[in-house]
């Protein structure tokens, strides 16, 4: 009877093994389609006459066999119609085999039942397992019924019974679990071909694109060596693809930008994508703009990141962005410029005053204003002409403008027609005076003739000088005025002289 059994349970696993290899594709469960679970039920049917075939020898006068159990597996994971299917060839097995009897028409019939009670219990909702037990036991039931029906000593019964259960408990845990192994292991073989099908598509994907495009497309590990370069690496920085192959991506950025690129590398690795902007030193020896759009990939086969790049050259568009900011700049120069004398205008100057205001009401410090016009310079151009009037307020700003250029501190500005502003952070009254009489040397330095001077023949300045701290209670307005005023009193009180006004926090 063992020897039996074992040819039995090796019946079931190689038929299972078979059945897994012909229907790899077609894998049963109880939602597969119908088709697949015809072909499974057929299976099991042929199976279960197969079974019958080797029947196991209980004793002398009893045969059993495990036929229940391709009925049982059909109804566990394909659901109805691969049991109700197998019950029926197994039924029509049985009387084609055994001829129409008593025990042959007894054991179609508790086939058909088994098919039929099997697929009813495959829509439970419950755990597969619980189910197999059920449907195996609920056919125990059936074969227990025959039995009693042909076999009349109760001890014969008895021990067939006993024998019975005992070898279909054993061989429907066998099967079973058989069974979930082989659907286990086609599905996962199914998912990894189907994996590798889609990696293969990506890669086909990614090598299209990557060969096609205008873009250059990198592929680098942490260290950020090169692992892949796309063919546009030739038309972009004029590299070979061995050229570059495992070398670090920082070996060929310039010196300036390579911090930059690191730290952006670095931020794709942890953050998963980065933008960077760099030069690029090329197989000539130039450098390149280039821009590059970072993204990190994590690949779970071996547990390692890459960073993707997709790189272009950018170089014609930054020498235009270059000259955009440069024209930008010359506007915005010009803009703060006074067109005759080439100094700084009235525009600048009321901006920087605003500013030197700000700074001296956070640190309490002075600011001094110097306010100054050329003499008579009306009577100079009637004389001379207004050529020659212009002319000499250009060498009047530029000599000044060269004396103050050494302290960067100080600001000059043409304020209006001849007159002058020079705005000075930091200095008190005193110090004032000083820039003042050194504001006229120079002035008398140039010995500008001026014939119809009324206080001499040559260009002189009336100078007015203005001092205060700032404060919550006074405007840089007043600070203005107070200079004017200053000027006003030079020129009252004879021209070619230097008047001073100061107000302190607490007034005049």
Request: contains cysteine; proline residues 2%.
């Amino acid at each position: 009877m063992l020897k039996d059994f074992v040819s039995n349970a090796a019946i079931l696993i190689a038929s299972f093994s078979i059945m897994g290899v012909l229907f790899k594709d077609m894998p049963i469960h109880t939602t597969s389609t119908r088709s697949t679970k015809l072909y499974w039920g057929l299976c099991f049917g042929v199976l279960g006459n197969i079974l019958m075939a080797f029947s196991i020898q209980i004793n002398s006068s009893t045969i059993a066999d495990l036929r229940h159990l391709a009925i049982v597996i059909a109804a566990t994971f394909g659901g109805f119609i691969p049991a109700l299917l197998s019950a029926i060839l197994i039924a029509a097995g049985r009387i084609i085999l055994f001829g129409i009897n008593e025990s042959a028409v007894l054991g179609a019939i508790g086939a058909l039942l088994t098919g039929l009670l099997c697929g009813g219990i495959s829509k439970i909702n419950t755990s597969r397992t619980l189910k197999a037990f059920l449907m195996n036991l609920i056919s125990l039931v059936f074969v227990s019924i025959i039995f009693i029906i042909r076999i009349d000593n109760n001890d014969t019964l008895k021990n067939v019974l006993t024998m019975h259960y005992i070898i279909s408990f054993i061989g429907g845990f066998l099967a079973y679990h058989f069974f979930v192994f082989v659907v286990n292991s086609y599905e996962a073989q199914n998912q990894l071909k189907h994996s590798l099908l889609k990696l293969k598509e990506t890669e086909e994907r990614f090598r299209l694109i990557a060969e096609y495009s205008s873009d250059m497309i990198t592929m680098h590990n942490e260290h950020a060596e090169y692992k892949y370069i796309s063919p546009a690496v030739k038309e972009i920085i004029h590299y070979e693809y061995p050229e570059l192959l495992d070398k670090k991506m920082d070996l060929f950025i310039h010196p300036d930008d390579i911090h930059h690129t690191i730290e952006m590398f670095e931020k794709a690795l942890e953050k998963g994508a980065a933008n960077s902007t760099y030069r690029y030193r090329t197989k000539m020896g130039d450098y390149v703009w280039i821009e590059s759009a970072l993204k990190s990939v994590h690949f779970e086969e071996d547990g390692s990141r890459k960073v993707i790049i997709v790189s272009r050259n950018i170089t014609d568009r930054k020498l235009t962005e270059q000259k955009l900011q440069e024209a930008n700049e010359l506007l915005n120069r010009l803009s703060y410029m006074d067109g005759l004398t080439g100094i700084n205008n009235r525009r600048y100057f009321d901006e920087v005053l605003m500013k030197e205001w700000s700074n001296a009401s956070t640190t309490h410090s002075p600011l001094t204003l110097i306010m100054f016009d050329i003499d008579y310079f009306k009577k100079y151009n009637d004389t001379y002409g207004h050529l020659t009037g212009d002319f000499c307020l250009q060498s009047i700003a530029q000599a000044i403008n060269n004396q103050v250029a050494v302290n960067s501190d100080h600001t000059f500005c043409r304020y209006g027609g001849e007159e002058f502003a020079l705005i000075s952070p930091s200095t008190g009254i005193e110090k004032g005076m000083e820039i003042a009489k050194q504001l006229q040397d120079t002035i008398r330095l140039l010995e500008i003739p001026h014939i119809s001077s009324d206080i001499a023949d040559m260009i002189t300045l009336s100078i007015g000088v203005a001092s205060l701290v700032p404060s919550g209670s006074v405007m840089p307005q007043e600070l203005i005025q107070m200079a004017d005023e200053a000027l006003y009193v030079s020129k009252t009180k004879g021209r070619n002289t230097i008047s001073t006004t100061q107000l302190s926090m607490g007034g005049l």
